[in-house]
């Protein structure tokens, strides 16, 4: 395996993914995305760093992630939890007291390796479909040299690579990794110019 060493953020690794480019993909979530869309189907991947994310509809207000809060990030207040992103480490105390999994930190740095290793699993199927790996996120390019390492692992072992982006990035960015990647899905967000 070429680079170990680059590491970058993911918040998901979703397996036979069929809406991601052709035949049967895995399709890999980065973190971070320079934009904030009010549509974004991906609003986990918005923010670089791992958080902690809060599904208010499985919350039955028991008050365990606010007793176990070392930072004090977390309260329950007029039968609201409310989390002080500020003070908020995401060490995942909280999430592991949390009795109906309302709470949960989204995002983990892992190494290419890591990864790779993931997509290694899926190799029958991108062979008898004709699929691959899709990089998308967030914004894959803002994680570059990450994503530069990735798609050089599998173009190592023949696996078709599409790259699904905003086009907020560096023209160096998208140069950087333009004779890696056999298919740009690349995403429009807004027609007009001056409000995009």
Same mark, same amino acid.
């Given at each position: ?30 973190? #971070? ?21 809060? $599904? $208010? ?20 207040? &007029? ?7 500020? $003070? ?42 004709? #699929? ?25 072992? #023949? ?13 160096? &960015? ?23």
């Amino acid at each position: 395996m070429g680079n170990t060493i680059t590491k970058g953020v993911i918040f998901d690794i979703k397996r036979y993914a069929i809406d991601d480019g052709p035949g049967i993909r895995s399709t890999i979530f980065f973190k #971070g995305c320079p934009l904030r869309c009010l549509w974004c189907h991906n609003p986990e991947g918005q923010v670089m760093a791992p958080e902690l994310m809060y $599904r $208010r509809n499985r919350c039955i207000k028991c008050g365990e992630c606010a007793a176990s809060c070392l930072q004090e990030a977390i309260a329950l207040q &007029a039968n609201r939890i409310s989390i002080s992103r500020r $003070r908020c480490n995401s060490c995942g105390e909280c999430f592991q007291k949390c009795p109906t999994g309302a709470l949960a930190v989204v995002g983990k740095e892992v190494s290419v390796e890591e990864v790779v290793k993931e997509i290694d699993k899926d190799a029958v199927f991108y062979d008898e479909s004709e #699929g691959g790996v899709t990089f998308s996120g967030g914004e894959p390019l803002l994680q570059s040299d990450f994503l530069n390492a990735l798609l050089d692992e599998c173009n190592e072992r #023949g696996i078709h690579t599409a790259v699904d982006t905003c086009g907020c990035a560096s023209p160096e &960015a998208v140069e950087k990794i333009s004779d890696k990647v056999d298919l740009f899905l690349y995403d429009i967000k807004l027609m007009d110019d001056k409000a995009h």
